[in-house]
């Protein structure tokens, strides 16, 4: 009888504290990492191309290369933000059935996570010059949307397994 007071008791105060939202409604259905530019690629040619102007005085044919250059890596980067953001849907649809998981904190620490690969990056890089410095910073935030989207999935694969037993 002790034990039967104990659980509704905690689930009075569960429902308290979160307002009897479900976990999925407690964290914004778009993951917002908080990076520069999140969202804001332009990997259009036209933009890539005013890019390499802007930076260089190549002649026309550099130009048109490393337009081409910077963006395959700004394109890298959108369809790796694309993916997390996709994987990230599925990660909460799963991780939100289960009221004992504290689904909010789950998603601060993977913010944190994902910053500090930034960081961790940025560290191990001079930058480049001219069109690199776009390049590079594409690639440093592609490697770590997919270093988060492979961590994502692996926990949801993970979880979605369990429930399966």
Request: contains cysteine; glycine residues 6%.
């Amino acid at each position: 009888m002790a034990l039967l007071r104990m659980v509704a008791v905690a689930a009075v105060l569960s429902l308290a504290v979160t307002g009897g939202a479900r976990a999925e409604e407690a964290v914004s259905q778009q993951l917002s990492l908080g990076y520069d530019n999140e969202g804001k690629v332009d990997d259009s040619p036209q933009a890539c191309l005013a890019l390499v102007k802007e930076v260089t005085e190549w002649d026309k044919a550099q130009t048109e290369k490393g337009a081409r250059d910077v963006c395959a890596a700004r394109k890298r980067h959108v369809e790796a933000y694309k993916a997390l953001q996709a994987t990230y849907k599925d990660f909460v649809k799963a991780f939100s059935v289960d009221r004992r998981l504290n689904l909010p904190g789950a998603v601060a620490a993977f913010k944190t996570l994902f910053k500090a690969c930034i960081e961790h990056k940025q560290g191990l890089t001079t930058g480049g010059h001219n069109i690199m410095i776009d390049v590079i910073e594409n690639d440093i935030d592609t490697s770590c949307l997919v270093l988060g989207n492979n961590l994502l999935k692996d926990e949801t694969a993970k979880y979605n397994a369990a429930l399966k037993r």
